[in-house]
């Protein structure tokens, strides 16, 4: 064992610190020692070569943060459960394959990061995470959207992108306090019209999907401030754009847009539109005001009036 990692634990040991950082030592395995650290409250052991977690992590009961990504863990040992004050858990970049249900017994957890793993289903437990604000999900092999998240009343974060969802649960709308939300690269060719009733969705990402047109949902959404549309199939952008009265971010690049609704310019609040690569008969150096929206809305008024 690395003679720095060692000191470094009889530092902590002897000070009483509560954080501790053996994160890029590349560890295979976790010293012994480092488990009599019973007062631990922040762990990180991220950016080394882990394949399991030892069950003696259940002695460092008053852990608060744990950060065990980027590593090469395939499982969790069932007594995570027993870290019971934890409140962010980081296992991104790992090859975890499942999770086990114990997860579901960590009842402080408010952050959740899972993305770039294998998982192809959740817990159906993971509901029981009742204080979970932030879940990242992005980069697995979900098919579908795991319909246990709805139950997560506090979440206000999620991401699913990068996975083959297919399609979105209709029962979402019970994700009441959601603020933002992406499914880019999600295979989506719709939504469903339950998703209207999100509200107080700010941010949604539905770039690199396979829409064609914007479903209608998106238009009851009227707290929206950044939407993404970017990489789709959509050729119409619908007059009702104008009901998203307090967005400030809209990105349509890379569509099928020939025209422009003239309500854009009722978008009063709306500080970036981003439209590039669509064949809209508008020269590439106004495009490129991106930053300036109402340049282009106005260059496109004045020429195609209704």
Same mark, same amino acid.
């Given at each position: 064992?690395?003679?720095?990692?060692?000191?470094?634990?009889?530092?902590?040991?002897?000070?009483?610190? #509560?954080?501790?950082?053996?994160?890029?030592?590349?560890?295979?395995?976790?010293?012994?020692?480092?488990?009599?650290?019973?007062?631990? !409250?922040?762990?990180?052991?991220?950016?080394?070569?882990?394949?399991?977690?030892?069950?003696?992590?259940?002695?460092?009961?008053?852990?608060?943060?744990?950060?065990?990504?980027?590593?090469?863990?395939? #499982?969790?040992?069932?007594?995570?459960?027993?870290?019971?004050?934890?409140?962010?858990?980081?296992?991104?970049?790992?090859?975890?394959?499942?999770?086990?249900?114990?997860?579901?017994?960590?009842?402080?957890?408010?952050?959740?990061?899972? %993305?770039?793993?294998?998982?192809?289903?959740?817990?159906?437990?993971?509901?029981?995470?009742?204080?979970?604000?932030?879940?990242?999900? %992005?980069?697995?092999?979900?098919?579908?959207?795991?319909?246990?998240?709805?139950?997560?009343?506090?979440?206000?974060?999620?991401?699913?992108?990068?996975?083959?969802?297919?399609?979105?649960?209709?029962?979402? $709308?019970?994700?009441?306090?959601?603020?933002?939300?992406?499914?880019?690269?999600?295979?989506?060719?719709?939504?469903?019209?339950? $998703?209207?009733?999100?509200?107080?969705?700010?941010?949604?990402?539905?770039?690199?999907?396979?829409?064609?047109?914007?479903?209608?949902?998106?238009?009851?959404?009227?707290?929206?401030?950044?939407?993404?549309?970017?990489?789709?199939?959509?050729?119409?952008?619908?007059?009702?754009?104008?009901?998203?009265? !307090?967005?400030?971010?809209?990105? $349509?690049?890379?569509?099928?847009?020939?025209?422009?609704?003239?309500?854009?310019?009722?978008?009063?609040?709306?500080?970036?539109?981003?439209?590039?690569?669509?064949?809209?008969?508008?020269?590439?150096?106004?495009?490129?005001?991106?930053?300036?929206?109402?340049?282009?809305?106005?260059?496109?008024?004045?020429?195609?009036?209704?």
């Amino acid at each position: 064992m690395n003679k720095e990692i060692l000191t470094l634990i009889k530092q902590v040991a002897k000070n009483g610190e #509560t954080d501790l950082d053996l994160s890029e030592y590349g560890l295979t395995k976790l010293p012994e020692s480092l488990f009599e650290l019973s007062h631990l !409250e922040c762990l990180s052991i991220n950016d080394n070569n882990l394949t399991t977690i030892p069950a003696d992590i259940a002695k460092l009961a008053k852990l608060k943060n744990l950060d065990l990504s980027d590593n090469k863990l395939l #499982t969790l040992p069932p007594e995570i459960a027993k870290l019971s004050e934890l409140e962010t858990l980081y296992l991104e970049n790992n090859n975890l394959a499942m999770l086990s249900p114990s997860i579901a017994k960590l009842s402080m957890l408010k952050t959740l990061n899972l %993305s770039n793993n294998q998982l192809i289903v959740l817990p159906a437990k993971i509901f029981k995470l009742s204080k979970l604000k932030e879940l990242n999900l %992005s980069n697995n092999r979900l098919i579908a959207m795991p319909p246990e998240i709805v139950e997560l009343s506090q979440l206000r974060n999620l991401n699913l992108s990068n996975n083959p969802l297919i399609n979105v649960v209709s029962n979402i $709308f019970q994700m009441t306090k959601l603020k933002t939300l992406n499914l880019s690269n999600a295979k989506l060719t719709t939504l469903p019209i339950e $998703f209207s009733q999100l509200p107080k969705l700010r941010e949604l990402d539905l770039s690199a999907n396979a829409l064609t047109i914007i479903p209608l949902a998106i238009f009851n959404l009227h707290k929206l401030r950044e939407l993404y549309l970017n990489e789709n199939k959509i050729e119409i952008l619908p007059p009702e754009i104008s009901q998203l009265n !307090e967005l400030e971010w809209l990105d $349509f690049r890379d569509n099928k847009l020939t025209s422009l609704p003239l309500t854009m310019s009722e978008l009063s609040n709306l500080d970036w539109l981003l439209l590039e690569n669509n064949p809209l008969p508008i020269p590439q150096n106004i495009l490129e005001e991106a930053d300036d929206p109402e340049t282009i809305i106005n260059y496109y008024v004045k020429r195609y009036p209704a």
